[in-house]
Nanobody, 124 residues
Framework: QVQLVESGGGLVQAGGSLRLSCAAS????????MGWFRQAPGKEREFVAF????????YYADFVKGRFTTSRENAKNTVYLQMNNLKPEDTAIYYCAASPRWRPGTGSQGYDYWGQGTQVTVSS
């Protein structure tokens, strides 16, 4: 049974930082591309970033480039999302997702497994 468990969300002031973690179990973690998505109230889920198996290939949505960084520790079955210079518009539930595909793309359909999400709230 595959489980993805996010943690690290919370309330932060604009300009602050948070680091999200996603711990995976029940899958061969080093064989999966790991993605991050977010969903704000009243909006559709949107792609944030992904990191490929080896950790040396990443891709980001334009609105987080230069502010967010994703990384992974395959030995710990964990992927991270470091979020700096947070803005109120970053407020959302953040989800991690796992894909066996080298090119999962930026759509939800490219990912097979999902975590339950962690709330990030950025106050102005």
């Amino acid at each position: 049974q595959v489980q993805l468990v996010e943690s690290g969300g919370g309330l932060v002031q604009a300009g602050g930082s948070l680091r999200l973690s996603c711990a995976a179990s029940g899958l061969t973690f080093g064989s999966y591309t790991m993605g991050w998505f977010r969903q704000a109230p009243g909006k559709e889920r949107e792609f944030v970033a992904f990191i490929r198996w080896s950790g040396d290939s990443t891709y980001y949505a334009d609105f987080v480039k230069g502010r967010f960084t994703t990384s992974r520790e395959n030995a710990k079955n964990t992927v991270y999302l470091q979020m700096n210079n947070l803005k109120p518009e970053d407020t959302a539930i953040y989800y991690c997702a796992a894909s066996p595909r080298w090119r999962p793309g930026t759509g939800s359909q490219g990912y097979d497994y999902w975590g339950q999400g962690t709330q990030v709230t950025v106050s102005s």
